[in-house]
């Protein structure tokens, strides 16, 4: 189970090696020699010498020694260009590739014979050849060394394995792009988690940041993660949710013993795509769940997505009061009320920027009236790796998060991170952990059967919910 994670995890190398094995196969196609060597037929013939004169009654037979050395010097003269070219115009035929890349030349020494091996389409076909390429041998032998070889019997024919090397290029590409998907899956769980450089579970995060895991997010399907996923909207009674519980209650109880309950909480990450703007967004429902009222504040002003499945349009926002002369006077009247009670949206704005300075000089203006508004705020900040002023919205903060994603942030990025917030003098309350697990593999025992069937199912609520506290709507309630 841990390797068929470490592959999931590393899609990417299966599918690199699998394109690299099917680019590979079809640039590399096969010659005239190789498509023959592994086509269906093979023939040899066998060449030893002939008596002196032609006549074998009254020749005297020659020395072994000296027989086999006129064997050797007969089998590298049978293997030059020179004799394919005999052999062609004997067979009225243009080209001599046809015998260069079909035969083989080979010395037994045990027999006293040079063989001659062909490799072509069919054993029929073979036959012909080696018994033509044989003649045309002995010939040129004869002419160039006066030493005269026959031929023995007939060219034995012998059937070999079918298309080792396919021609067509399709088949080239799914034979290397198989090889290369068995390659990938080979490497990709071969390498155990955390040999990668990168963070993988709670362990290493918290030697990374030195700070304490205060929840492990489990991971959710794409489609909800990158629509804007609310788990309190849409399984109320599900994993996920139960996570972000489990967040709120370590954030305010971590508050409560140094210096009182959060009232400016900062969700940071060192790198994009970390699952920041979801635990902002996911945060902010759990604390509205406990009756408090809740303001977001999207300070991502690079790729802002904190009003993603919240039901809000983007309209004037935080770019918009950071450009006028009192930042803090219009802010109940740009916030928006979101689908989740309790929870109020100050979205990015119309600007989409900003000017450099206006975030340290503006931002304590509209937070020091947001701390009048509402109970808390979670402000949705830029990552630190990616803006530099991302930190003049963590100093004004009670309390930062860091969001790491399972198998996605490097241990030098966390490096990177720890260092920065520490020369800072930023105060981190903790990491938040992010689909190390799946959602669906640990259950709530407390709020859900565990033996009704389906009770896990989306849309569907296992139990009945207490409604959403009248408090958060109403009047603050400060822990």
């Not at 032998?141 to 012998?158: D, H, K, M």
């Not at 970390?274 to 429902?285: F, K, P, T």
């Not at 100050?346 to 009236?369: D, F, K, N, Y």
Request: charged content about 20%; proline content about 6%.
């Amino acid at each position: 189970m841990r390797g068929l994670r470490s592959v999931v995890r590393r899609w990417w190398v299966v599918v690199v090696l699998a394109a690299l094995g099917a680019a590979l196969a079809a640039s590399s196609a096969p010659n005239a020699a190789e498509r023959l060597r592994h086509q269906a037929g093979s023939a040899t013939t066998e060449l030893v010498l002939s008596p002196a004169g032609g006549n074998a009654r009254t020749a005297q037979p020659a020395a072994p020694v000296q027989s086999m050395q006129q064997l050797e010097l007969a089998s590298r003269i049978a293997q030059q260009p020179e004799v394919a070219d005999v052999a062609a115009e004997q067979n009225l035929l243009t080209d001599a590739d046809l015998f260069a890349d079909a035969v083989t030349v080979g010395l037994d020494r045990a027999a006293g014979s040079v063989l001659i091996t062909a490799h072509t389409t069919s054993p029929d076909a073979a036959v012909e050849v080696a018994g033509a390429y044989a003649t045309a041998a002995a010939t040129y032998i004869a002419q160039t060394t006066g030493i005269q070889l026959r031929s023995i019997g007939v060219p034995v024919a012998a059937t070999g394995a079918e298309g080792m090397i396919p021609d067509d290029p399709a088949e080239r590409r799914a034979l290397g792009a198989l090889a290369g998907l068995g390659l990938g899956i080979l490497l990709a769980g071969a390498v155990p988690p955390g040999r990668d450089g990168r963070l993988h579970d709670r362990r290493t995060l918290e030697r990374a940041y030195a700070s304490p895991v205060l929840s492990e997010i489990p991971r959710t399907n794409g489609r909800a993660r990158y629509a804007g996923h609310v788990a309190f909207l849409t399984r109320p009674t599900g994993t996920v949710a139960e996570a972000y519980r489990i967040l709120r209650c370590a954030v305010l109880n971590r508050g409560r013993q140094d210096e009182g309950v959060p009232r400016i909480i900062a969700v940071t990450s060192p790198g994009r795509r970390d699952g920041r703007s979801s635990v902002a967004r996911n945060l902010a429902a759990a604390l509205a769940e406990s009756g408090r009222r809740v303001l977001l504040v999207d300070c991502d002003f690079g790729h802002p997505t904190a009003h993603y499945g919240v039901g809000i349009q983007p309209g004037t926002g935080l770019s918009d009061l950071l450009a006028g002369a009192d930042p803090g006077a219009r802010l109940a009247e740009v916030v928006q009320p979101a689908e989740t009670p309790g929870v109020q949206v100050l979205s990015i704005g119309t600007r989409g920027g900003r000017e450099p300075g206006q975030l340290a000089t503006g931002l304590p203006h509209v937070l020091a009236v947001a701390r009048r508004m509402v109970d808390v705020v979670v402000i949705d900040s830029e990552p630190l790796e990616c803006a530099g002023d991302a930190l003049d919205a963590l100093e004004m903060a009670d309390a930062v998060l860091i969001v790491a994603r399972s198998g996605r942030t490097s241990r030098a990025s966390a490096k990177r991170t720890a260092d920065l917030l520490d020369r800072c003098g930023t105060k981190v309350a903790g990491v938040v952990l992010i689909g190390h697990t799946r959602e669906g593999e640990a259950r709530t025992p407390y709020l859900v059967s565990r033996t009704e069937p389906g009770y896990d199912e989306p849309g569907r609520d296992a139990v009945l919910l207490p409604p959403w506290p009248q408090a958060a709507q109403n009047q603050p309630v400060l822990a």
